[in-house]
């Protein structure tokens, strides 16, 4: 699955990630919260050695439907970016070519005020709390985005790979595998390799109740057997450093 994330899609999503962040800087002194696979990319920059895995797609949570609809009728209207399929609250896609072909970049935006939900498991987890619990990191010399908390990241991965995980059993495909394969090297990377307030971590799992689902999680962990041998470590140790 990690054909999804090649090197050439990668460089042109954190180029174009790069150049939003520059332009929200300049244009309304405001550093963008970027959720998702960029935000789990800024914390495992941190850890000496190692090399993260960045994303395709760019998820970004703004404070308000206002500035939100603002960017929208701005930015993605004249760099290129068409109106896509909804996944957070508005989502728009451009095309780039690389050296492998023309590849596709999302970028998925909603706002503080509103929530993920997991209908299947009747789950709604607040955007809300990003704009709380977050940290400022330099995406780029003199080029900043906020990124949540990694305890509040965590829950949020974890929330999105149950999700994807429940979604297998109905509509499965190999775009799927890819989400969940990345998904689950996301938490594996940032529960193994990064500090993580284990008390905190518990109360953002306790609060959008997740904790009740998290076998879910640990069965798929199971069958990712070369993502826990990358990051040297076992699903038990997860389960202890996560909480439950």
């Known amino acids: 699955m ?26 309304h ?11 789990v990319y800024a914390h495992l920059t941190k850890v000496s050695g190692f090399v993260p895995l960045g994303s395709r797609d760019i998820d970004v949570v703004f404070p308000s ?17 068409k109106r896509e399929k909804k996944f957070l609250e508005a989502s728009y896609i451009k095309e780039v070519k690389t050296p492998l072909g023309l590849e596709q ?42 990124v949540p908390a990694i305890e509040l990241l965590l829950a949020q991965k ?9 979604q297998r059993k109905t509509a499965p495909s190999n775009y799927l595998e890819s989400k969940i394969w990345k998904d689950c090297y996301d938490v594996v990377n940032l529960t193994a390799r990064r500090p993580v307030n284990k008390i905190q971590l518990k109360i953002f799992l306790k609060q959008a109740k997740l904790n009740k689902h998290l076998e879910i999680l640990y069965k798929e962990l199971q069958a990712q057997k070369e993502v826990l041998a990358e990051a040297k470590t076992g699903v038990n140790k997860l389960k202890q450093k996560i909480g439950f």
Request: hydrophobic share 40%; net charge positive.
């Open 105 to 146: 970049i999302f970028i998925d935006a909603c706002t503080l005020q509103d929530v993920r939900e997991i209908s299947e498991l009747k789950i709604k987890i607040p955007w809300r709390l990003v704009g709380q619990y977050n940290e400022l990191f330099e995406i780029s010399p003199k080029t900043f985005i906020y």
């Open 158 to 166: 974890i929330g999105a790979c149950i999700e994807r995980i429940i």
């Open 29 to 39: 002194g405001n550093y963008p919260v970027i959720v998702g696979g960029w935000a």
């Open 65 to 81: 439907r206002h500035l939100m609809d603002h960017i929208l009728l701005t930015y993605f209207r004249y760099h290129g970016f």
């Open 2 to 27: 990690k054909l999804y994330y090649n090197e050439q899609i990668i460089d042109a999503s954190q180029k174009e990630l790069i150049k939003f962040s520059k332009w929200m800087n300049r244009h």
